[in-house]
């Protein structure tokens, strides 16, 4: 069966599973973009990982 012509239905697991997904994808999303945003201000700031 071709992926565009299958058989859905929306009923209320489809929702609340489709909504979850999301939910987590968003969170993860969210969290990954905090931390590249983070990584490149502290690059171009200078603070560099020698300290260890």
């Known amino acids: 069966m071709f992926p ?7 009923d209320m697991s489809h929702i609340v599973f489709m909504g979850g997904l999301w939910y987590a994808l968003g969170i993860l ?3 990954m973009t ?3 945003l983070k990584t490149i201000k502290d690059t ?4 560099g990982g020698d300290h260890h």
Not at 4 to 10: A, G, L, M, S, Y
Not at 44 to 47: D, I, Q, R, V
């Open 34 to 36: 905090f931390i590249v």
């Open 29 to 31: 999303g969210a969290g």
């Open 4 to 10: 565009f012509n299958f058989e859905w239905v929306w």
């Open 44 to 47: 171009a700031e200078g603070k």
